[in-house]
C-alpha cells in the first residue's frame, strides 16, 4: 500500500451549459417539466417577490426535496440544477454595473451535494457496486440526473435499467475506490493516492468521465518522483502501455532512464517487466553511476525473475562491456549467471578486451567503433565528471575545473583531460561584453534577451584528440515530493546555446524555483568520448 500522499484536487465546473441544457431534455423527456426558458423565467419570477415571500417559496422547496411523498424529489433537484446550471454559465457574459458586485457561493453549493450524496435524500436509484469472483457487494443511493450529466455511459446504463437498482461489476481495484469515483461526479474534487490513481483511471475512462481521466494523467506525470514503499512508476509505465497513452509511458520511462540508480536500488527494480527492461537497456540516456552497477543491476533482476533464455540473452547483450575495467571483466566472468550464457556474449567479451588493450585508433582499423557498444551512457562516477552546485547562480559567471580520463580504453586510462566550465546566468556575445574590457569592472546580470549558458572546452590541446570527439552533458536536479531527481539532461559539443533550451523555463531570480535546491543550482557535467570524427572503419 503507498504512503498517503497530499491532497490532490482537480477542481473542474461542476455544471456547464451543456449539461443544463441536457438537463432541461431529461427534465422534458422523464419529468414532465417544461423548458429551459421556463426554468429561468420561473427561477427569476421567484427572485423579484418580496424577500419574506421568497423566503416561504425556497423553504417550500427544501420540503419537498426532503419529502418523497408531496413531489418528485428529482424533479425538485433538477429544477435546482438547471437554475444554477444556468447561472453559473452564463455568468462569464453578464455585464455588471460598476457598483455591481458578485457573490460566490459554490463551496455552499457542493458541500450541499455532497451532503445529498451522503444522506441520499431523493435518491431513486440504488447503484450495487459487486466485487467479481466475491460474494461482496457495495451499495450506493443516487441520483439519475447527476449521473446523466455527468456520464453518457451512465445515460445510457439508467435508459435500459428495469428496476429502480442498477447492478455494476467492478475488479477488486476499482470497486475499493468506487464511492471515491461517485463523489466526484457530485462534487467535482477529489483527492488521489498514488496507490489509487490506476483505478480511478480505469473507471474515468470506462464512464467517459474525461475530465477526471485527463486530470489523473497530469496527477500521475507530474508524481513519479513521490515516495512508496513498493514503487509505483514500473506499474504506471506498464498500466500507460496496455492502455496506448504514449505520452504518460514516455514520461515514465525518462523518468526510469534519468534516475535509474535509484531505481536500481528499489524494491520496485525487481517488478520491471521484461519489456520494459530491454528498453532501458538500449537507452544511451541511462543516469547511472557506471555500466559494472547496471550489470550486477540486471544479474539480480535476471536471478530473482528467471525470464526465459531468449530474454536473459538479449539482456546481457545489451550491456556494454567495453565501458567496463579490464579488472572488472575478468572478474564477473566467473559468475554463474555469465558461465551459463558465457556462449551467447563470448564475442562482446572478446571485443571489449580488445578494446582495452590498443588505442581506439587502431582498433578502428578492424572494427567499427561507431556502434552502441562503444557509446558511454551518462555515467556519474568522477573519471566521467564532476558535480557543480551554483550557489545564487543569478549573480555572476562562474567556472570552475575539473578532470576526466581521455577515454574509456584500459589504453587511455592513464591519461587525463582538464576541462574549464563557464556558466553565465545572462549571456551577453563576445560584441557586448567587449565594452567591459577591465578585470573586475562590473557587468550586468540581466539583459534583454539573455538566457543561462554554460560553455565546456578543453584547458589544453593535445595529439591523443585526434579521432576523438567529444560531447558534454549537463544533468540538471531538482527536489520534487521531498526527493532530488534529475530534471533534465542536455547534450551539447562546446555550448548549451546547442542544445537550443537549456533552462529556457527556469526563473532563477526566484528563490524558490523549483529548479533551484536550497538556492541553488544543482548540475552535473559528463564528458563523453566519441571515436567517430576522424575515424573510418576498415571495409
Not at 26 to 49: D, F, N, P, Q, Y
Not at 170 to 182: G, L, M, N, Q, Y
Not at 211 to 236: N, R
Not at 370 to 396: E, H, K, M, Q
Request: some cysteine; hydrophobic content about 40%.
Amino acid at each position: 500500500m503507498a504512503t498517503a500522499q497530499p491532497g490532490f484536487h482537480q477542481s473542474m465546473g461542476f455544471m456547464r451549459l451543456r449539461d443544463a441544457q441536457r438537463c432541461a431534455n431529461v427534465l422534458h423527456k422523464e419529468c414532465g417539466t417544461g423548458s429551459l426558458a421556463a426554468h429561468t423565467e420561473r427561477e427569476i419570477g421567484v427572485k423579484k417577490r418580496h424577500p419574506e415571500e421568497r423566503r416561504t417559496i425556497l423553504n417550500t422547496g427544501r420540503d419537498m426535496v426532503n419529502s418523497v411523498r408531496s413531489v418528485p424529489a428529482v424533479s425538485c433537484l433538477a429544477n435546482l440544477c438547471v437554475a444554477l446550471c444556468v447561472g453559473a454559465a452564463l455568468k462569464p457574459d453578464v455585464v455588471l454595473e460598476n457598483s455591481a458586485t458578485t457573490l460566490n457561493h459554490s463551496m455552499v453549493l457542493v458541500q450541499r451535494m455532497e451532503a445529498l450524496l451522503t444522506l441520499g435524500n431523493g435518491s431513486d436509484v440504488s447503484l450495487r457496486v459487486q466485487t467479481l469472483n466475491t460474494d461482496e457487494v457495495k451499495v450506493i443511493q443516487v441520483h439519475s440526473l447527476v449521473l446523466t450529466l455527468q456520464s453518457d455511459v451512465f445515460e445510457e446504463l439508467l435508459q435500459t435499467r428495469n428496476s429502480t437498482a442498477m447492478v455494476i461489476r467492478e475488479t477488486p481495484d476499482c470497486a475499493a475506490v468506487f464511492d471515491k469515483f461517485i463523489r466526484y461526479l457530485y462534487c467535482g474534487d477529489i483527492t488521489v493516492r498514488l496507490n489509487q490513481a490506476i483505478p480511478l483511471h480505469k473507471l474515468a475512462s470506462k464512464y467517459h468521465v474525461w475530465d477526471l481521466q485527463q486530470g489523473l494523467t497530469q496527477y500521475m506525470t507530474q508524481h513519479l518522483s513521490s515516495d512508496s514503499p513498493t514503487g509505483h512508476v514500473v506499474a504506471w509505465y506498464q498500466y500507460a502501455t496496455q492502455i496506448g497513452d504514449v505520452s504518460l509511458q514516455n514520461s515514465c520511462l525518462q523518468y526510469l532512464s534519468w534516475n535509474l540508480s535509484s531505481v536500481l536500488q528499489s524494491a520496485e527494480w525487481s517488478s520491471v517487466s521484461p519489456e520494459l527492461m530491454l528498453s532501458l537497456l538500449q537507452r544511451s540516456d541511462l543516469v547511472l553511476q557506471s555500466e559494472l552497477e547496471l550489470y550486477k543491476a540486471l544479474e539480480a533482476w535476471i536471478n530473482q525473475n528467471q525470464p526465459s533464455g531468449e530474454t536473459a540473452e538479449n539482456a546481457l547483450k545489451a550491456i556494454r562491456y567495453s565501458m567496463i575495467s579490464p579488472q572488472h571483466l575478468f572478474h564477473l566472468q566467473k559468475s554463474s549467471l555469465m558461465l551459463k550464457y558465457y556462449e551467447s556474449v563470448r564475442d562482446l567479451l572478446f571485443l571489449a578486451f580488445q578494446f582495452h588493450s590498443a588505442s581506439p585508433v587502431q582498433l578502428a582499423k578492424y572494427f567499427d567503433v561507431n556502434c552502441s557498444l562503444f557509446t558511454p551512457r551518462n555515467y556519474l562516477s568522477p573519471a566521467w565528471g564532476s558535480p557543480w552546485v551554483i550557489n545564487n547562480p543569478t549573480r555572476d559567471d562562474r567556472s570552475f575545473s575539473f578532470q576526466t580520463q581521455l577515454g574509456p580504453s584500459g589504453y587511455d586510462a592513464s591519461k587525463r583531460v582538464t576541462w574549464n566550465a563557464l556558466f553565465s546566468p545572462r549571456w551577453l556575445p563576445l560584441s557586448v561584453r567587449s565594452a567591459y574590457p577591465e578585470q573586475g569592472s562590473l557587468q550586468p546580470t540581466r539583459t534583454d534577451g539573455g538566457r543561462p549558458r554554460i560553455i565546456v572546452t578543453p584547458a589544453t590541446s593535445s595529439p591523443d584528440f585526434a579521432g576523438v570527439s567529444f560531447q558534454k552533458t549537463v544533468i540538471v536536479s531538482a527536489r520534487k515530493q521531498g526527493k532530488v531527481v534529475v530534471r533534465h539532461v542536455y547534450n551539447f559539443h562546446q555550448s548549451t546555446e546547442e542544445a537550443g533550451d537549456f533552462l529556457l523555463e527556469a526563473d532563477l531570480q526566484r528563490r524558490a524555483s523549483e529548479y533551484l535546491i536550497d538556492s541553488s543550482l544543482y548540475l552535473h557535467i559528463i564528458v563523453k568520448p566519441f571515436y567517430h570524427s576522424l575515424i573510418v572503419a576498415k571495409k
